[in-house]
């Protein structure tokens, strides 16, 4: 009985470890594909995002958000084309906008 229970906590132990990395792969691989999305908009649009590779991720876990919650109030809904859990037009969409704002609320230049 005791060899049962062993084996049971043994399976038991081992599904929840893989469950774990398996989450945190897939929010490894959200959040690359996020810095990649923020990065393309941050070569679009003129100027510097600030924070190097982190606001680059921001903004596209930001931009996301945006993208989604724009495309939906338009009603274009899916558009096939997702990796890793982000839609990538949109994500890039809102990323654009998101590093736009950025750019206009974080610029030096003075405003007389």
């Given at each position: 009985?005791?060899?049962?229970?062993?084996?049971?906590?043994?399976?038991?132990?081992?599904?929840?470890?893989?469950?774990?990395?398996?989450?945190?792969?897939?929010?490894?691989?959200?959040?690359?594909?996020?810095?990649?999305?923020?990065?393309?908009?941050?070569?679009?649009?003129?100027?510097?995002?600030?924070?190097?590779?982190?606001?680059?991720?921001?903004?596209?876990?930001?931009?996301?958000?945006?993208?989604?919650?724009?495309?939906?109030?338009?009603?274009?809904?899916?558009?096939?084309?997702?990796?890793?859990?982000?839609?990538?037009?949109?994500?890039?969409?809102?990323?654009v906008l998101v590093v736009?704002?950025?750019?206009?609320?974080?610029?030096?230049?003075?405003?007389?």
């Open positions: 009985m005791g060899l049962v229970v062993l084996l049971v906590l043994i399976f038991v132990f081992g599904w929840l470890m893989f469950a774990i990395i398996g989450s945190l792969v897939g929010l490894l691989l959200t959040l690359l594909m996020a810095g990649f999305v923020g990065w393309a908009a941050d070569m679009v649009v003129p100027g510097r995002l600030p924070g190097g590779w982190v606001g680059a991720v921001v903004a596209g876990l930001i931009g996301g958000f945006v993208g989604r919650t724009l495309f939906h109030a338009l009603n274009i809904r899916d558009l096939g084309f997702g990796i890793f859990g982000i839609e990538l037009i949109p994500a890039f969409v809102g990323a736009v704002a950025a750019e206009l609320f974080t610029s030096r230049r003075s405003m007389a």
